[in-house]
């Protein structure tokens, strides 16, 4: 089984306010100042500076706890942590005030697979296709909360339908493919396999991944072909 990284495909969506750190100048002079915090947590958070980010955000819904959006950054703030299950309360919050918002189920989804709770996460990832069928990278990662949960066929299915959209998705051919040789359809897999190396140039760990994936598929092949013949 491969072991992709968790990161893999995830939508790093900042919303509702400026990424550009005025809100700092402003809180020196008036440190209630809601979107003064909500605006420095976005330009934290696009720096990586997620703890500094998650003090502003939550400054944010103390004095506006029915922030849609603060709530959602805060959510991608203890995400970017590392911080899955802290993450889970303001997804859901976020969700509660914009149920419409995708970002919003997806990331929910996405945290709730990083902490082994595929089935909860196949739930999320299926609410966002519902409000938006055309992204590749929710087909892609329910996918990999189906195939998490041993729901290989759909697993395929879903990943047949990233591809669709994004033909150069890598890591979903290289799933596809693990997925088809799990299901004994070795012909299909290496092909799948093939070009998800094509894809991957540079990339050595994941490379290597599906490299040996693509030695199981010829190590059968091979044996197939082998016990074929006549004695």
């Excluded at 029915?66 to 942590?81: C, E, I, V």
């Excluded at 996918?143 to 697993?155: F, G, P, R, T």
Aim: hydrophobic letters at 40%.
């Amino acid at each position: 089984m491969i072991d992709l990284p968790l990161a893999a495909g995830k939508r790093w969506n900042w919303s509702g306010g400026r990424a550009d750190g005025t809100g700092a100048s402003v809180i020196v002079a008036q440190p209630n100042h809601a979107d003064a915090h909500f605006n420095l947590g976005l330009a934290l958070n696009s720096k990586g500076q997620f703890a500094e980010a998650v003090e502003h955000f939550r400054a944010k819904i103390d004095i506006d706890p029915n922030s849609a959006p603060a709530q959602y950054n805060l959510g991608l703030a203890l995400k970017g942590r590392r911080d899955f299950v802290g993450s889970l309360t303001p997804f859901r919050k976020s969700i509660e005030l914009n149920p419409d918002d995708v970002n919003a189920h997806y990331n929910l989804a996405w945290a709730l697979r990083a902490i082994n709770k595929s089935d909860d996460a196949i739930v999320e990832f299926n609410r966002s296709l519902r409000i938006d069928p055309k992204q590749s990278d929710i087909h892609y990662n329910l996918a990999l909360a189906l195939k998490d949960s041993a729901q290989i066929d759909q697993a395929i299915s879903h990943l047949r339908q990233a591809i669709a959209l994004d033909p150069r998705h890598a890591n979903a051919h290289g799933v596809l493919g693990e997925c088809l040789l799990t299901n004994g359809m070795t012909s299909e897999a290496q092909a799948e396999l093939r070009r998800s190396l094509d894809l991957l140039p540079h990339n050595v760990v994941q490379r290597s991944q599906y490299e040996e994936l693509l030695r199981r598929c010829d190590n059968q092949s091979t044996t197939r072909t082998a016990s074929s013949k006549p004695g």
